[in-house]
């Protein structure tokens, strides 16, 4: 089992950053990568970033490229996803997750946190 636990969302204003964390604990088994998902109010949940546990590799949706970067401490066990330029539609319920690295961007992971809200005011 692993347990991932996220903080760091909050209130900002449009074109603000935010830097999302995610705390892994447990036993990783057959997992080879994290990620984050974000779920906004009406809507489907949508991929935004994995990465390798080995930090090697990282790929994104393309719609985010270039204003959100995910990355990684294995000494604390955290993942990270940096977010710029924000805009009220990044509003949403930001998920961590962990799975098979190249499954994540399909939407399917095995393990995920209880979320964090980003709010993006105009």
């Known amino acids: 089992q692993v347990q991932l636990v996220e903080s760091g969302g909050g209130l900002v204003q449009a074109g603000g950053s935010l830097r999302l964390s995610c705390v892994a604990s447990g036993r990783a088994g057959s997992t080879n990568g994290m990620g984050w998902f974000r779920q906004a109010p009406g809507k489907e949940r949508e991929f935004v970033a994995a990465i390798s546990v080995n930090g090697a590799s990282t790929y994104y949706a393309d719609s985010l490229k270039g204003r959100f970067a995910i990355s990684g401490d294995n000494a604390k066990n955290t993942v990270y996803l940096q977010m710029n330029s924000l805009k009220p539609e990044d509003t949403a319920v930001y998920y961590c997750?962990?799975?098979?690295?190249?499954?994540?961007?399909?939407?399917?992971?095995?393990?995920r946190g209880q979320g964090t809200q980003v709010t993006v005011s105009s």
């Open positions: 997750a962990a799975g098979l690295y190249a499954a994540l961007g399909k939407g399917i992971y095995a393990y």
